[in-house]
């Protein structure tokens, strides 16, 4: 069978886009299909099997909803993986995708985008944009790092540009 296409998937599942749930229609053949809410958890995301091959839920509500596939990735506004509301949705480049993450594990700041650099004894605040790494500035005190950081984000980053908790 070739690539899934929108028919296909409302043949199998039916999709609430104000819960972003999907659940398995009734088979009307003889044989057993899955029945109730579809899907399982897979890093983090919701994942579903159709015709043999694994899914994961917010591509296919977008197929669900658009009649196509997403051209790059889909980010989750909210960041919660696992809400794939179409409201919750908007395709993305990685980059724009990178913007809307959490502050990374490794990260000793507790800031996106601010770093300790010992040679200086400053707080470097640090920001990418169209694969090019921008040395926004260094700073004695942690709370001016995050604010110029904040601000070259605000202005760059447009609808994915996301505050700092």
């Given at each position: 069978?070739?690539?899934?296409?929108?028919?296909?998937?409302?043949?199998?599942?039916?999709?609430?886009?104000?819960?972003?749930?999907?659940?398995?229609?009734?088979?009307?053949s003889?044989?057993?299909?899955?029945?109730?809410?579809?899907?399982?958890?897979?890093?983090?995301?919701?994942?579903?099997?159709?015709?043999g091959?694994?899914?994961?839920?917010?591509?296919?509500?977008w197929?669900?909803?658009?009649?196509?596939?997403?051209?790059?990735?889909?980010?989750?506004?909210?960041?919660?993986?696992?809400?794939?509301?179409?409201?919750?949705?908007?395709?993305?480049?990685?980059?724009?995708?990178?913007?809307?993450?959490?502050?990374?594990?490794?990260?000793?700041?507790?800031?996106?985008?601010?770093?300790?650099?010992?040679?200086?004894?400053?707080?470097?605040?640090?920001?990418?944009?169209?694969?090019?790494?921008?040395?926004?500035?260094?700073?004695?005190?942690?709370?001016?790092?995050?604010?110029?950081?904040?601000?070259?984000?605000?202005?760059?980053?447009?609808e994915?540009?996301?505050?700092?908790?």
């Open positions: 069978m070739g690539k899934l296409t929108q028919s296909r998937l409302r043949e199998l599942l039916d999709y609430n886009p104000d819960t972003g749930v999907f659940t398995w229609l009734p088979d009307l003889w044989g057993s299909r899955r029945r109730g809410v579809a899907g399982s958890l897979s890093n983090g995301y919701v994942t579903i099997g159709v015709d091959k694994q899914y994961r839920a917010h591509r296919l509500a197929l669900y909803v658009y009649g196509c596939w997403p051209v790059g990735m889909l980010d989750h506004i909210n960041r919660v993986k696992t809400d794939n509301r179409v409201s919750n949705l908007r395709e993305a480049s990685n980059e724009e995708n990178q913007r809307n993450v959490e502050v990374g594990k490794k990260n000793k700041s507790g800031f996106k985008g601010v770093f300790w650099e010992p040679s200086r004894q400053k707080w470097k605040a640090r920001a990418q944009m169209n694969k090019k790494k921008y040395t926004i500035g260094r700073f004695d005190r942690i709370e001016d790092a995050v604010a110029a950081y904040e601000g070259f984000c605000r202005q760059n980053y447009g994915f540009y996301v505050p700092q908790q």
